[in-house]
């Protein structure tokens, strides 16, 4: 949970929607916020849960689209 990289891609003129893997294929990720991305500032939201579920992170993310 520490040492995630977050990748971001935009793909075109426009990016649609924003994902998210962990590092670790065991943790779950929840995201917020990642789709539908309107033009101006998006708030996005994500939830990194350890596979114990003994430890979580969150990353906030503004996406200017």
Avoid: H, M, W
Wanted: aromatic share 4%.
């Amino acid at each position: 949970l520490d040492d995630g990289i977050l990748r971001f891609r935009k793909n075109g003129a426009q990016c649609r929607t924003v994902t998210a893997i962990p590092e670790n294929r065991e943790a779950s990720v929840e995201i917020t916020g990642n789709k539908n991305l309107v033009s101006g500032i998006n708030k996005i939201e994500i939830i990194v849960t350890s596979q114990d579920k003994s430890k979580t992170k969150k990353y906030v993310i503004n996406v200017k689209s």
